[in-house]
C-alpha cells in the first residue's frame, strides 16, 4: 500500500516583516552584480536597533525564482554565512518568510553573532519538478561563494537552513556531498557545493510515500504536492521504475554517511506515538518529529553530529546559532 504524501511547509502571510524589520532608506543603490541595496535596522522594540545592509532581489540564476536576499553582518573580517530556504511545499513561500515570526529572531541572532545571512527562492513544482528546487539550492551556494570577496564572507564557512521543504532540500544538500560541474564552461557551476553544517526547521527526511507508511501515517490522506513533486500526473506512475529511483534519490535519509556535516534538527511537534490517526491534521503528518528522530538514528550510526529536539524536549533560547558557531 502506498501513501501519497511528500514534505510541504508554512505558507507565511509576511505578518512579521514589519515588526521585525523597518526600512530606514528607501535610496536604491545599483551595485554591479545585483539589484538593490537597502538599510535595514531591528524594529522589535520600536526602539530602532542594529542597521544591516540588505542586498535585495539578488539574481543568482536566470529563472524568475532566482533570487535572494544578502544581510550583512558587519565585520572587518570576512564573514561565515548561513543560507535560508524557505518552506511552503514547494508550491509557495518566499525568501522575505526568514523575517516571519515563526522563526523567532533566528534571523537576527545569526547577525548578532556575526554571521551573514541569505535567504533564497528556488524554482516551485509549477515550475519544475525535482530535482530543480534541490539544484537551484545548490546553484545558490556557488554563487553565494562566487561573491566572497565582494560580499565579505568566508567561502569556506558556509551553512544551510531552512523550514519544512526548505530544511528538506538543505539536508538533501547536506547529505548529496559535492555537486559541483567540474567540466562546466561556467565558472559559478565548477565551485564546490561542500558546506559545514545544517540548521533545519520542521524538516522532511524523506520524500518516499513508503517511509511515510511505514513510519508515520497509514491513513486515507494525502498531500496535494506529491504527484507534481515528481512530475507525474498518476498514482500509477509511483511504481514505476524511473518514478521509484527518483523517489530514493529525493531522500536525504539514504545518504546519511560518516563525512556528512553535522545537522540540528528542531520541531515545533511532540513526538507522539505513530501511526497517527486517520483523521490527523496534515500539517502534524508532514512535519512529524518522527522524521528527525529516524534521520538522527542513522546519523548516530554514521558517527556525525546530530542535534535533535521537539517540543517535549526543547531547545534553549539562541541555540541553533551556538551550534552554527561551533562549526563555523
Not at 537551484?136 to 565579505?152: C, E, P, T
Not at 532540500?169 to 564552461?185: H, P, Q, R, T, Y
Not at 556528512?260 to 490527523?280: F, I, K, M
Amino acid at each position: 500500500m502506498v501513501i501519497l504524501l511528500v514534505a510541504a511547509g508554512f505558507i507565511f502571510s509576511g505578518i512579521g516583516v514589519l515588526q521585525k524589520w523597518q526600512r530606514i532608506s528607501q535610496q536604491e543603490v545599483q551595485t554591479e552584480g545585483m539589484d538593490t541595496e537597502r538599510k535595514v535596522s531591528f524594529d522589535k522594540d520600536k526602539g530602532g536597533g542594529d542597521i544591516v545592509t540588505f542586498l535585495e532581489g539578488v539574481k543568482y540564476g536566470e529563472h524568475k525564482q532566482h533570487n535572494l536576499d544578502f544581510y550583512k553582518a558587519e565585520s572587518e573580517q570576512p564573514t561565515p554565512v548561513v543560507i535560508f530556504f524557505h518552506g511552503g511545499g514547494f508550491t509557495g513561500g518566499s525568501r522575505e518568510d526568514i523575517q516571519d515570526k515563526s522563526y523567532d529572531t533566528f534571523l537576527e541572532d545569526c547577525l548578532n553573532a556575526g554571521i551573514s545571512v541569505v535567504s533564497a527562492d528556488y524554482r516551485l513544482i509549477q515550475d519544475a519538478p525535482y530535482p530543480a528546487a534541490m539544484m537551484d539550492g545548490a546553484r545558490v551556494i556557488q554563487f553565494v561563494k562566487s561573491m566572497a570577496s565582494d560580499w565579505n564572507i568566508n567561502p569556506d564557512k558556509v551553512a544551510l537552513s531552512g523550514g519544512s521543504a526548505g530544511a528538506n532540500i538543505s539536508i538533501w544538500l547536506a547529505m548529496k556531498g559535492e555537486l559541483a560541474n567540474v567540466d562546466s564552461e561556467d565558472p559559478v557551476e565548477r565551485i564546490s557545493t561542500l558546506i559545514k553544517c545544517v540548521v533545519a526547521f520542521n524538516a522532511q527526511t524523506s520524500n518516499d510515500p513508503d517511509f511515510l507508511y511505514e513510519h508515520i501515517y497509514r491513513g486515507s490522506q494525502s498531500h496535494p504536492s506529491t504527484l507534481g513533486f515528481y512530475g507525474i500526473s498518476s498514482l500509477e506512475e509511483l511504481q514505476t521504475k524511473e518514478i521509484k529511483q527518483k523517489i530514493y534519490d529525493a531522500s536525504a535519509i539514504n545518504f546519511v554517511t560518516p563525512d556528512d556535516p553535522p545537522v540540528y534538527l528542531d520541531y515545533n511537534g511532540d513526538l507522539t506515538s505513530t501511526p497517527l490517526p486517520e483523521d490527523t491534521d496534515m500539517g502534524i503528518i508532514i512535519h512529524h518529529p518522527k522524521f528527525g528522530e529516524i534521520f538522527k538514528e542513522k546519523m548516530d550510526e554514521a558517527e556525525v553530529e546530530c542535534i535533535f529536539h521537539y517540543r517535549s524536549n526543547p531547545a534553549k533560547r539562541g541555540e541553533e546559532v551556538e551550534f552554527l558557531l561551533s562549526h563555523l
